[in-house]
């Protein structure tokens, strides 16, 4: 989910999540005090007491809260993986300007470092919607049986379960509050098989290249060992540091998704731990329905997966990338020239070869960075000429920067050493003392890192709008869109245009089916800078962060008047969708629900805007849907 376009509203050092969640004991009746947010789940709780006992997680400080002879069993049951998690910024709570928080912040503008540490996320919060907090205990398995064994406690004692592996989560899905963390981090496993068959699937599908990886690998070690080293090519993220799991459970986009579709189209097999802590292996021969919820349905509520099993493919023989900026000297010609970019992207993108980015600027600017495979670089600059011929034509108005297509080995793309040499500055290296070599990542995603959110939404375009009858409606829009807010279109996350064999795999997935028609889907976000509420000198700019939502919510709304059944992606939606069951997966959601009563019947897998959350209060603690459910017994 990392950008390659962003905007930065506001400055600040890295910031990272909330250490100082409040841990209130409650009497057995008492409604949870959760703020507006929960206010609903209040009322409910009061009405239905008299008719019988609601479903209720406990926190700590609650008598139902597990004793301390229940965690050492529990950390027994896990070999010792079992902790209690502590923040590193608890230092910046008692003294912000102490050189010990300075140091603290700096080592926060590592991704590596995040990720490496259970309590901090890689999005820090959301304005109004969410701050990152870190859970009360966390279970670092190191095998399924430590998830199951983490599963059956959970359910057993009625805890908050969160499940974090990159901890990318727009919507912060990786973590909460009182709550009880199982961490992949250490299951990374990368294995390639030459010629795969799924278990139980043997005389019914043909063997498959593949790569099984464990759920808490990142994509940069998995290109590393798939491509550079092996020589093949599987589908992933463009984010080197986003986790392998969570991607591929939420559909997954990467530069080359218009030739080969969606991450989730690639999995062949996954191994997961259900609600029930039985650990199974599913795929399109043994639990089918649960194998197609987890492509696309969305990471954290259906179970725990610990290993994915996914097609790997042919490397292409190069890859490329073209960047541009393209000004223009009023919005007369901001609006030729978006409409000639249209004209040409309809007739030369729209195919396999293409990915990634064009911005649609409010200062009139149209900032290009795509990239592309399969061609060499003459062929592609000559696809590019007729544009750029365009623009040098002083009678538009426009002024372009230089072209620059570059192309290298599709093996070397995501080769460190090669990179360091040749491409000196295109990746950062994890810095710390016996860190891995492989930690790199795209130095332009360096400003992710605790990265505070303000607004962020996603519209997939139909490919019906580049119709030479639709295209000026399509200019104008964009143009009046980005009057509001920058608008980028990422045309790898729309499949129009890509082969059968990638749209036949994703029309197989839990995915919004908008997607195999969409041309590109457009964001409109402000990532600012790094905030953290309770930080002194770090604290979120609320008025301007709320000025900013307003703007994105109101050029969202001009861009979807085009689009009048809008699909969006659920890991870049907005925290505030309403319609979110409709808008993230169409005629799907009814198939997830099911396929969630089944294997989640009640409801241990909770986060925001998941399957099956609307049963639940906003923080995940209490059902509201009126079930009066005891959780089922251990299976030990």
Not at 320 to 337: D, M, Q
């Amino acid at each position: 989910m990392c950008a390659f376009d962003r905007r930065t509203l506001l400055k600040g050092a890295l910031a990272a999540p909330w250490f100082g969640a409040s841990w209130r004991a409650l009497a057995q009746k008492q409604t949870l005090a959760q703020g507006a947010a929960n206010a609903q789940a209040d009322k409910t709780m009061e009405v239905s007491e008299a008719a019988g006992p609601t479903l209720r997680r406990v926190r700590p400080g609650d008598p139902a809260w597990p004793s301390t002879d229940a965690w050492q069993q529990l950390n027994v049951a896990v070999n010792g993986r079992l902790s209690v998690v502590r923040s590193p910024l608890a230092v910046c709570a008692e003294a912000p300007a102490s050189e010990a928080c300075a140091d603290e912040f700096k080592r926060l503008k590592n991704p590596f470092y995040i990720g490496d540490t259970p309590a901090l996320t890689q999005t820090c919060g959301w304005l109004d919607a969410w701050t990152s907090a870190p859970s009360a205990y966390v279970v670092a398995a190191g095998e399924a049986q430590d998830i199951a064994s983490a599963v059956d406690f959970a359910r057993r004692h009625r805890l908050r379960l969160v499940v974090k592996g990159g901890g990318h989560s727009y919507q912060g899905t990786s973590n909460a509050a009182d709550s009880l963390m199982v961490w992949t981090h250490a299951m990374r496993g990368i294995t390639s098989h030459d010629a795969f068959v799924p278990d139980g699937c043997a005389g019914r599908v043909k063997p498959e290249t593949a790569v099984t990886i464990g759920a808490g690998a990142l994509w940069g070690h998995v290109y590393a060992a798939v491509s550079a080293q092996s020589g093949r090519y599987v589908q992933g993220g463009g984010c080197l540091t986003v986790g392998v799991a969570g991607l591929v459970q939420s559909g997954g986009f990467g530069s080359f998704s218009k030739r080969f579709g969606s991450a989730a189209a690639g999995l062949l097999q996954a191994e997961i731990v259900t609600a029930d802590g039985e650990v199974r292996t599913v795929n399109a021969c043994t639990h089918p329905e649960l194998f197609w919820a987890l492509k696309g349905g969305g990471g954290g509520s259906f179970g725990v997966v610990t290993q994915l099993t996914l097609r790997t493919h042919e490397l292409p023989d190069q890859v490329g990338v073209v960047n541009a900026t393209v000004k223009a000297s009023s919005e007369t010609a901001f609006r030729a020239l978006v409409g000639e970019f249209i004209a040409f992207s309809a007739a030369s993108l729209i195919n396999p070869h293409w990915g990634e980015t064009v911005a649609f600027r409010s200062d009139n600017t149209l900032r290009i960075s795509m990239v592309f495979q399969g061609l060499d670089r003459d062929t592609a600059t000559r696809v590019w000429q007729p544009f750029f011929d365009w623009v040098a034509n002083g009678d538009h108005g426009c002024t372009t920067t230089p072209p620059q297509v570059l192309t290298a080995s599709a093996r070397h793309f995501w080769d460190p050493a090669f990179l360091a040499q040749h491409v000196p500055g295109a990746l950062t290296v994890d810095d710390r003392p016996g860190a891995d070599p492989g930690n790199v990542f795209w130095t332009d995603n360096l400003v992710d890192a605790g990265q505070y959110l303000y607004g962020y939404t996603s519209t997939w375009l139909p490919a019906s709008l580049l119709a030479p009858v639709r295209r000026g409606d399509l200019a104008d829009t964009l143009v009046q869109t980005s009057r509001r807010w920058s608008v980028t279109l990422h045309f790898n996350k729309g499949l129009a245009g890509a082969p059968a064999d990638a749209l036949n795999a994703t029309r197989q997935t839990a995915t919004h089916p908008a997607v195999l028609d969409a041309f590109a889907l457009a964001i409109i976000a402000d990532l600012g800078a790094p905030a953290f509420p309770g930080i002194a000198g770090h604290e979120p700019d609320v008025r301007n962060g709320r000025r900013s939502a307003t703007s994105i919510a109101q050029a969202t709304q001009i861009l979807r008047t085009i689009v009048p059944d809008p699909g969006t992606y659920l890991s870049e939606s907005d925290f505030f969708e309403s319609d979110w069951q409709r808008a993230y997966w169409g005629k799907h959601h009814a198939r997830l629900a099911a396929v969630k009563r089944q294997y989640d019947p009640d409801g241990l897998f909770f986060v925001h805007h998941g399957v099956g959350s609307e049963a639940w209060s906003a923080d995940g603690m209490t059902r509201v849907d009126g079930a009066r459910t005891e959780p089922t017994s251990s299976r030990v």
